[in-house]
């Protein structure tokens, strides 16, 4: 059974520790075993989550941007695209983001530019990647989406991996 984004959110600060250990239990698999069960996992898991009930990436994460992307969401606001770039643009020092946040795209849970979303929103919570186990963000995204937390606590399972009692 998945755990809503509700179910979710005060699971949270219990699970810090056990992810230490679990992390090192994922040193005894080989990254293409994790790859596989990640990337089946998040196909079964997935579909069973609303994102139009959660809208957390969109909330709480600013997504990078290609130039190309700035000019498509420039001429949705109808403005300049140097002009968009100085209001809702920053530069972290290796890719540039949307520093709105919430994002100024949300619209009661929902992306009012769904068909038009930079493709760091419509990849997310990039699940697909390769070498899984080694992704910092793994871990960061486990505590803001639904579909992360739950797909590693199916994982946890499936390699079985026991903590406490
Ligand atoms: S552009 Fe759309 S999908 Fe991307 S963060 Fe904003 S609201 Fe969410
Ligand atoms: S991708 Fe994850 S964080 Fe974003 S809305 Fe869907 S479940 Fe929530």
Redesign the pocket.
Known sequence: MVKS?EEMQPLLASKNIENMFFKKHLRNFKSELIDQSIHSLNQHISPQ?D?TT?????TKLEPGLEENEIVTLAHIKQIEPITFKQQFVAFDGEALFLKTKPCMFLNSCKCSIYDSRPNACAG??HLDAKDMKYKRSLWSNYT?????FNVIEALKLELNFTYGS
Not at 54 to 58: D, H, I, L, P, S
Not at 144 to 148: A, F, G, R, S
């Open positions: 984004p989550i994102c959660c809208a957390n990436c969109c997310y919570p803001v989406c639904p579909i992360v």
